[in-house]
Structure formats: C-alpha cells, structure tokens
C-alpha cells in the first residue's frame, strides 16, 4: 500500500473505552475518508449530521444516505472505506461493544 493518500483523513475522537464498550466520535470533512479497516467487534453509527456515505468495500462501492440521529448496526468483520461523499461536513458517533 501506498505511503501518500489522496483523500484527507477523517479525525477519529475517542470519548470512551471501557470493559463494555468504545465510543468515538468521526469527524469528515468532504472527501475524507477512514482508509480501509476491519472491524473485529459489531458496532452501532448515530449520525450527528445527516451523512452522505461513499462505502468503498471489497465487491465494489455503494452510496448510502443516512438522516442525522437514524441509528444502525453492522456485525463485527465488516470490512470497508468511509468516504463523506457530500459537500458538507459530517460526522458520527460509532459504539463499538466487546
């Protein structure tokens, strides 16, 4: 892998990481992305901002439009990129349980 990245990343904030749970805050500016990563525990994303997803995974990349405070859940080995495909900020909080 590359050691120079085209997009700008986003800016992970922890707030929380306890024998339960890990919180953190994701913050985006247009265009940033996490980069790719594997998530080993299932999660739950509550958008702060109304957020307009690009998820590059590996069979290829979908957008997904996600209104501020809609709450979902993936399973833990999820494996993608988060890109803010919008034109505005976004961000989201991710509570990851162990």
Request: aromatic share 8%.
């Amino acid at each position: 892998m590359s050691q120079y990245r085209a997009s700008p990343p986003a800016l992970a904030t922890p707030l929380l990481d306890d024998a339960v749970v890990r919180i953190t805050r994701w913050d985006f500016e247009p265009g940033a992305d996490t980069g790719v990563h594997t998530h080993g525990m299932g999660y739950v994303v509550v958008p702060m901002t109304d957020c307009q997803f690009l998820l590059e995974e590996k069979d290829g990349s979908r957008r997904v439009d996600v209104a501020k405070g809609a709450a979902y859940r993936r399973d833990a080995g999820t494996e993608h990129n988060v890109v803010n495909a919008g034109d505005q900020p976004m961000s989201f909080i991710e509570i990851e349980y162990k």
